[in-house]
């Protein structure tokens, strides 16, 4: 799941600042799974806005929610209870893509972030999400354990540990793991360290976000649907 | 301007060496090898002073590292080629940190041309280490990428594929004398020595080691590395340690480096004005109980260039 986490309240209040009717728009996918921008969350941040658009002086700005099932899909942006263009601004607490596709869809509208889209992560624990993907379009995970060198490892190296790890800790930080190190860790309970000791080939990042840029994925069987949605 | 070897050929010979320090090796003698750290503006009189007066006439060839520990400072093509021009011969250290493959080959390429041999191929620490932590982190390649790199140039080519998806074929190759790091005394070593066997496999000549105290762990990881056909000349690191906190800061913070007591003690208990002299006899101390395990000791004296001398006498070389 895509995990985003919430923008400091300054950066907040400042951003909505020159407006008075806002709409805090939630969004019902991942960012509801990881508690910061579902519909409870949106009720909160709304009552935190009006506090303190008041405390400022400022008791007349109007604070709504709203909330649909996914913000980075066109079909459910029927159920919006009013068009994103009747608002001064719209903070949307869903992830990056929520936030672009809304304001795509309503050309009028200043949709403004209320997240910081952080990374593709599993629920390792209750209230702990760890990132598990680098979605560099082209994945290592069958030699390497499944364990994703370019996003486990601070520096992405694809080939085996730095001279920074410590007991299993990275060079950056002692409380997260070398991810190099929970690859060979990996590998040798395998019995496949013969995959540690492959010299790779220089990665293709050209498969990557900063290779060719926007990258899009076509279903050809799909298409009727994607010339919908364009 | 005293620009060196612009127009030198490429040796016919592969195992010709190309650099002093590749036949110092060759001709098996033990080689000790120093290190300077660029500065952080332009004031560079300081370390090519040193450089001079204290490394020229004792070490084969010298470090000069590559924005260390990832803090901006002049870098090491422009130091390394000054030294050429002042007949030291450097170690060109280069980190995979700040430049991605296109910048890496192009500087190889320009190092060559510079008149540098000997380049060190080192990941290079994260810039969350450093004083622009803000910075983007490259890493396009790592050390092992880097090393191929460069065999890759040797070879005549670069990296990357013309429009009908062959080689590019380099007008004029280099050939480098090359190097690799490695931590001798990592709490875990089999992760390093199978690292160790991919840099030597992607290219690396010779290995310059973190900083090793124990000279027991260390006989055994170069027991460990020949006995699986790792046969590359290995210079031990010495890190000169100048006071007792120095050396617990080493402890708790650097990686694969264990400081025992007895070198923790003799510090501590050495007046102010000892405290130099026992440093340098723990150095020379260190080199003479691990030199019949090596090929050589790579001297890091942070800013003490001045005790090079007196480290190699004290270490009976
Ligand atoms: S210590 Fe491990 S995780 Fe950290 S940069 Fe080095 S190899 Fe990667």
């Given at each position: ?135 560099c379009?082209d994945?290592l ?9 370019i ?7 694809t ?41 790779r080939p220089a990665k293709k990042w050209?498969?990557d ?22 | ?139 396009d390649?790592?050390?092992?990428g ?172």
């Amino acid at each position: 799941m895509i995990v985003a986490d919430r923008k400091p309240m300054e950066e907040i209040l400042a951003m909505l600042a020159p407006y008075k009717r806002v709409l805090v728009l939630a969004c019902g996918g991942c960012v509801t799974v990881c508690v910061s921008g579902g519909e409870k969350q949106a009720d909160l941040l709304a009552s935190q806005l009006k506090l303190a658009a008041a405390a400022a002086g400022r008791a007349d700005v109007q604070f709504d929610v709203d909330c649909i099932t996914r913000q980075c899909d066109r079909e459910f942006a029927a159920m919006l209870k009013k068009p994103l263009d009747q608002y001064d601004a719209v903070l949307s607490i869903a992830c990056g893509v929520g936030v672009g596709f809304m304001s795509e869809l309503a050309p009028q509208a200043t949709v403004l972030p209320g997240l910081n889209t952080t990374s593709y992560d599993a629920s390792t624990a209750k209230g702990v999400w760890q990132e598990y993907c680098g979605g560099c379009g082209d994945c290592l995970l069958a030699e390497t354990g499944g364990i994703c060198p370019i996003v486990r490892c601070s520096k992405g190296l694809t080939n085996g540990t730095c001279g920074g790890t410590k007991t299993g800790k990275c060079e950056v930080s002692k409380d997260m793991d070398c991810g190099w190190y929970l690859i060979f860790k990996k590998l040798q309970a395998a019995g496949k360290l013969e995959l540690y000791t492959k010299v790779r080939p220089a990665k293709k990042w050209s498969k990557d976000r900063n290779g060719k840029g926007a990258r899009r994925l076509t279903h050809k069987e799909l298409m009727e649907t994607e010339e919908f949605s364009k | 301007m005293t620009t060196t070897a612009l127009n030198e050929n490429t040796p016919v010979n592969p195992n010709e060496p190309v650099s002093r320090l590749q036949r110092e090796f060759q001709a098996g003698h033990f080689v000790v090898s120093g290190e300077i750290g660029p500065p952080k503006g332009t004031s560079i009189e300081k370390c090519l002073h040193e450089a001079e007066e204290y490394l020229k006439h004792t070490v084969v060839a010298v470090n000069v590292t590559d924005i260390q520990t990832a803090v901006m400072r002049t870098g090491s093509m422009a130091i390394s080629h000054m030294l050429v021009d002042r007949g030291i011969e450097p170690i060109f250290q280069m980190v995979t940190r700040d430049r991605n493959r296109l910048a890496l080959q192009s500087d190889l390429l320009s190092a060559w041309c510079l008149g540098i041999r000997n380049v060190l191929a080192l990941t290079g620490d994260h810039v969350a280490m450093g004083d622009h932590a803000d910075a983007k982190p490259v890493f396009d390649l790592d050390s092992v990428g880097l090393l191929r790199a460069m065999t890759t140039l040797e070879n005549g080519s670069d990296m990357g594929l013309d429009a009908k998806g062959n080689a590019n074929v380099l007008e004029g190759s280099p050939k480098f004398f090359k190097g690799c790091c490695v931590t001798p005394c990592a709490d875990e070593v089999e992760p390093q020595i199978l690292k160790l066997q991919m840099k030597v496999a992607a290219g690396a000549q010779y290995v310059q080691t973190q900083a090793v105290y124990e000279p027991a762990a260390f006989e055994k990881f170069m027991t460990e590395i020949r006995k699986r056909g790792i046969n590359v000349p290995v210079l031990v690191g010495i890190v000169q340690l100048k006071t007792a906190g120095m050396g617990k800061y080493m402890n708790t913070s650097v990686p694969g480096v264990k400081v025992p007591d007895w070198i923790l003690k003799k510090l501590t208990d050495a007046s102010k004005e000892d405290r130099q002299k026992i440093s340098i006899d723990i150095c020379g101390q260190l080199v003479r109980e691990m030199k019949d395990m090596c090929q050589g000791a790579h001297l890091m004296t942070l800013g003490w260039d001045h005790c090079v001398p007196d480290i190699i006498k004290a270490a009976g070389l």
